[in-house]
Nanobody
């Protein structure tokens, strides 16, 4: 039983930055990985980045070098987004996975999802 709440989305100009936050509550010790996904209008949900309980990270090719996923403590994970592009516009979702040794690139391996936060990159 884990609850996730995202925050930090908004409107930003191309080239700007945003930091998304995900606050977890409940049985946080059952979580082995946390990820950020995004879904743009008319598009499938796609992985942005994930971080495992031992701090291994993985990024989509489209965001490498621009986005960073990190944790501040056991209850919060962040996505720092720099050099934002219009194609980054989407609803961003925080997700948490219960099980070890899964392919965390796949949405089906996450068990808990936040409500999403809108990111719009536009001039």
């Amino acid at each position: 039983q884990v609850q996730l709440v995202e925050s930090g989305g908004g409107l930003v100009q191309p080239g700007g930055s945003l930091r998304l936050s995900c606050a977890a509550s409940g049985s946080i010790f059952s979580i082995n990985a946390m990820g950020w996904y995004r879904q743009a209008p008319g598009k499938q949900r796609e992985l942005v980045a994930y971080i495992t309980s031992d701090d291994n990270t993985n990024y989509a090719d489209s965001v490498k070098g621009r986005f960073t996923i990190y944790r501040s403590n056991a209850k919060k994970v962040y996505l720092q987004m720099n050099s934002l592009k219009p194609e980054d516009t989407a609803v961003y979702y925080c997700a948490a996975a219960r099980y070890l040794n899964r392919d965390y690139r796949l949405g089906k391996n996450y068990d808990y999802w936040g409500q999403g936060t809108q990111v719009t990159v536009s001039s």
